[in-house]
């Protein structure tokens, strides 16, 4: 899965401001190449956890990485994300 995500991790492209609020349990960060920023997420810790990331005023359609279909649970301008134990997420946003 690493091997794919390469070219979006060594990106260099700007990407839009994305806020969550800090924990010691969530690392994250965001790339964009071509169009698509990517929402890297990990809780790093032995408890589920939940975190929102918010857009700011702008709205995004959100998917999974590797789903077909953008997430109905989505809201206009953020996304709540629920990890399990050390769980890691990659989202796909298009703005």
Partial sequence: EV????????????????????????????????????LIAVNNGPEPQSARFDFGDGSAQVTLRGENSPLADAAAGALEVHFEPFGVRVYELRF
């Fill in 3 to 38: 091997d794919d995500m390469i070219p979006a991790i060594l990106s260099v492209e700007p990407s839009p401001e994305i806020a969550a609020p800090a924990a010691d349990w969530l690392n994250w960060a965001t790339r964009t190449l071509d169009g698509v920023t990517y």
